[in-house]
């Protein structure tokens, strides 16, 4: 059994398109959970009207909630589908094309070691708002390890499926300290699993003015001002990770997590972290401006 965990906030727009082309999966053991966020369109009758319309009352489980924001939202998916094998995580204004889940469940299920934390990953395009122009989104050709995931992430949940093992792990996580799921999934998947880049385009990720996807240079800057600003996510993932994990990481994880464990600048920890010798991020404006605000403590 496979779930698919979709969070809505205002998306009548787009709504409709997506769980229709959810319901049109080749693969068809899966569970929808939705949980609305809060939203003040009509997202929430849109949903209800098209799950009553096509008699899907026992593929899903929704239910309408306040405005949490969509990683703890995303985490709230998560605790009410405990029971699975699988789980996806979907955007509410994307598309799917119809193979999405068949492809991810096959390569899960032809691993040799299922015991350890799984992470698919689905290639993508990038559409406009109403797909007339598409271009497929190049992935970066990168050895991503524990390492990177500490202070980058290149995996987008639209695109995730993780194994039980992973889900196991995630869910252990405070939504409260985290900055978003995909991100923590990353790091867990690096540290103790296996992920895979797949390259064959199994969605449209639809770009436009509401969404949240921090998909190129520019829509990560709100993230860097809100870190000139004090907001030290980096510390506050890391922190939960060593929380959780610590104890499992080998010497040297361990001592490269502690550099970005205190909140009060250390001169020798800043110069340690702004002067690794390897790649932190596989972006050249993202990696610069990383080791910059590592240098000032900002990281």
């Known amino acids: 059994m496979l779930n698919v965990l979709m969070s809505t906030y205002n998306g009548e727009r ?49 239910v309408v909630g306040e405005n949490i924001g969509f990683c703890k939202s995303f985490f709230e ?12 995580f979907c955007d509410q204004d994307d598309y799917w094309y119809p193979d999405k889940l068949k492809l991810s469940v096959q390569w899960m299920e032809g691993k040799e070691d299922k015991t350890i934390p799984l992470l698919y990953h689905s290639g993508f395009e990038v559409g406009n708002q109403d ?35 992973l889900y196991d792990r995630l869910i252990m996580a405070n939504p409260d300290v985290i900055k978003y799921h995909d991100w923590f999934a990353a790091m867990i998947t690096s540290a103790f699993g296996y992920h895979h880049i797949s390259h064959q385009v199994m969605a449209i990720h639809r770009q436009h003015e509401d969404n949240s996807s921090p998909l190129y240079f520019f829509k990560k800057i709100p993230d860097g001002l809100k870190l000139l600003g004090g907001d030290n996510f980096y ?45 932190w991020n596989p972006q050249l404006p993202v990696e610069l401006a990383l080791r910059l605000l590592m240098l000032i403590g900002r990281i």
């Open 14 to 62: 787009y709504i409709e398109e997506q769980l229709k082309s959810i319901f049109e999966q080749t693969y068809k053991d899966f569970h929808l959970y939705i949980r609305d966020d809060g939203s003040v369109d009509n997202t929430v009758q849109e949903i209800k009207d098209y799950v009553k319309e096509n008699r899907l009352g026992e593929k899903v489980t929704f």
């Open 77 to 88: 998916l998560l605790s009410m589908s405990k029971c699975g094998d699988y789980w996806a």
């Open 131 to 165: 797909f007339s122009e598409k271009t497929v989104y190049k992935m970066p050709k990168i050895k991503y390890d524990f390492y990177q995931s500490l202070v980058s992430n290149i995996f987008f949940g639209f695109s995730m499926v993780i194994n039980k093992p």
């Open 235 to 279: 510390t506050r993932n890391a922190r939960e990770f060593k929380r959780l994990f610590g104890e499992e990481l080998s010497a040297k994880e361990y001592e490269v997590l502690e550099w970005f464990q205190n909140e009060e600048y250390s001169f020798g920890t800043a110069i340690k972290k702004a002067f690794y010798p390897h790649r």
